[in-house]
Structure formats: C-alpha cells, structure tokens
C-alpha cells in the first residue's frame, strides 16, 4: 500500500470519526438539552463528552446487536 493509499484511509477515518462525534453532538442537543445548556453556561464539557460516550456506546451496541 502506497503512502497515498495509506494517507487517505487515514483521513477517511478520521472524516468517519468526526462525522459520529457530529452526530451524535446533533442527538445529545435534541435529547438531553438541559445538559448542553449547563455544559455552556458553566464551561465544564465533562458531563457533555460522558453523555457522547454513552450515546456513541449505544448505537455500537445497537449496531452489533443487529450484525
């Protein structure tokens, strides 16, 4: 695999990672809005990214469930 090759698959993985992140930023505002609101008006991102985590584990596990 040439060093072309192996750069784009790197950033199409980087590019899917953030896409899932996006997404799932996207789900947790419709869902759990009262988080992103503290997250904003205190500054601590920590419950945002534990709520993330927990979002991105779910559909993993959803996704695994159905394969």
Not at 42 to 61: E, F, K, M, S, W
Request: cysteine-free; hydrophobic content about 65%.
């Amino acid at each position: 695999m040439t060093f072309a090759r192996w750069g784009l698959s790197l950033v199409g993985v980087i590019g899917l990672g953030a896409v899932a992140i996006a997404a799932a930023v996207i789900w947790l505002a419709f869902t759990n809005p009262v988080t992103v609101a503290n997250a904003v008006s205190t500054g601590d991102l920590g419950p945002v990214v534990a709520a993330i985590g927990q979002v991105i584990a779910d559909a993993l596990r959803g996704l695994f469930r159905y394969l």
